[in-house]
């Protein structure tokens, strides 16, 4: 998609890159937090999509995660359980500084991820009421403890949809933390279809196969869900 309208907005040690096409005031928005460099891909990708607003900067493992767990690969770092801090600096401070350059009043508010990001959406829906439309990627819906905080709380917003993806060799991992992700995932999904829109899809590949492409996937399901 072409950008009618495109911007960015340096607040603190995060950039907000926006892209707007033909925006209408009943406009919806989506939030997606992504890597620098992405942004820009993932909306040449999209279809029917007014509205893009694209965060970067962020330490994935300590501000996307919900609460401390050990690290996921040897090399790596623990998480840091960092998301309730984050979610009250991106609603109070990120989103209304990027949202005061739209050029309308957005009505209808998305959030995406892809990865940990997609953990982070789902988190932020049992947390907030600003988006009812989220979409998940490949989520890290593996996390610790992650399902029973899942299924022993219930979703904020009202008129809830929800997008979830998942590669089909996601799961074919000797780490027996990840390799529970596509049962919990199904799980997660029915039981977040009992009380809101849900849709599921495999795809083929693995969780770096067609990123981008699937990323862009996903945000063109919620703005039609």
């Not at 932020?124 to 992650?146: E, K």
């Not at 709380?153 to 979830?164: D, I, K, T």
């Not at 009992?194 to 693995?206: D, F, I, L, M, N």
């Amino acid at each position: 998609m072409l950008s009618v309208y495109k911007d960015s907005v340096k607040i603190d040690d995060y950039t907000i890159e926006i892209f707007c096409g033909d925006s209408v005031p009943d406009s919806s928005v989506i939030w997606l937090h992504t890597f620098p460099g992405e942004a820009e891909e993932i909306w040449e990708r999209l279809s029917g999509i007014s509205t893009l607003l694209a965060v970067t900067g962020n330490d994935w493992n300590r501000q996307f995660s919900p609460w401390p767990a050990s690290k996921a690969f040897r090399q790596g770092e623990d998480f840091g359980g960092g998301a309730p801090d984050y979610l009250k600096y991106f609603l109070e401070t990120l989103l209304p500084g990027a949202e005061e350059k739209l050029p309308f009043e957005p009505k209808v508010r998305g959030l995406a991820g892809y990865s940990m990001a997609g953990l982070f959406a789902v988190y932020a829906m049992y947390n907030t009421s600003v988006f009812n439309r989220i979409a998940c990627m490949s989520g890290s819906l593996w996390f610790d403890n992650w399902k029973e905080y899942a299924l022993t709380h219930s979703p904020v917003p009202e008129n809830l949809a929800v997008y979830l993806s998942l590669g089909s060799k996601e799961h074919k991992t000797k780490d027996q933390r990840m390799s529970q992700v596509k049962t919990i995932t199904e799980e997660l999904a029915v039981y977040w279809g009992k009380s809101c829109r849900v849709t599921y899809e495999t795809v083929p590949g693995g969780h770096f196969t067609n990123v981008a492409q699937r990323i862009a996937w996903g945000i063109t399901q919620i703005e039609k869900m």
